[in-house]
């Protein structure tokens, strides 16, 4: 007789075998908890704060941008202690954007006041630019009229500007030699009426230390001193 086998038995396609990683029951088979996202309030409000204060300040630059105010520009150089003029000023219309420029009202004001630093011309006139003493023309200095020969002064000479003072010898002055009498002189006017006019006549008026203005004054009268421009002096 013939042994009769056992059928196997059969496993569904679809049970689980052990082993398997969906039968796993411990931690390995369990992920992590997420936390929620914590919400931040106060920092989407800040944010919200910042776009609106830019577009706010941008709306308000705009807007000021067509405010035009009258103010003082220098149409002449004007040197460092020199005194304004109501000539070496005229009025420009600019933008209000809050910066200290004095009003074109105010200058019969500036007229009675003095530069504090050599002022360009082209340049807006600020109230820092503007004091009430001079250095130049105070106690101590002394104003001295040259009238000059061709030779003895730059040519592109003009109020406002720093020259030295030179006593240039003439041919009969035996062993004397050439000399810087002052080092830094301001040019406190070039001719009488009219810059053109002042270079041609060769007449300048200078501010130099009371102390040499008589050997200045002496030495001009004998046509033996000479002007140097410092253009880097001011």
Do not use: C
Request: hydrophobic content about 40%.
């Amino acid at each position: 007789m013939r042994t009769s086998e056992k059928p196997a038995s059969r496993v569904p396609l679809n049970a689980e075998r052990p082993g398997s990683a969906s039968s796993l029951s411990g931690p390995a088979s369990r992920k992590l908890p997420v936390p929620p996202r914590e919400r931040k309030p106060a920092l989407a409000a800040l944010a919200v704060l910042l776009i609106l204060g830019g577009a706010l300040a941008t709306t308000l630059l705009v807007m000021r941008s067509g405010d035009r105010v009258s103010a003082i520009v220098i149409s002449q150089q004007v040197g460092a202690g020199q005194p304004f003029t109501e000539a070496v000023m005229r009025e420009a219309q600019i933008a209000d954007t809050g910066v200290g420029y004095v009003a074109w009202a105010d200058r019969a004001l500036v007229a009675r006041n003095f530069a504090r630093v050599t002022l360009l011309p082209g340049t807006l006139l600020t109230r820092d630019m503007v004091v009430s003493a001079s250095r130049e023309l105070g106690p101590g200095k002394a104003q001295v009229g040259l009238s000059l020969k061709p030779g003895q002064m730059p040519g592109t000479l003009e109020r406002g500007d720093r020259v030295q003072v030179i006593y240039v010898p003439s041919r009969g002055g035996g062993n004397a030699t050439s000399r810087v009498l002052a080092p830094n002189a301001l040019v406190h006017q070039v001719g009488g009426s009219g810059q053109t006019q002042g270079r041609s006549s060769g007449l300048v008026t200078v501010i130099v230390d009371s102390s040499i203005s008589p050997t200045v004054a002496a030495y001009a009268s004998s046509g033996e001193i000479a002007l140097a421009e410092l253009p880097g002096a001011r």
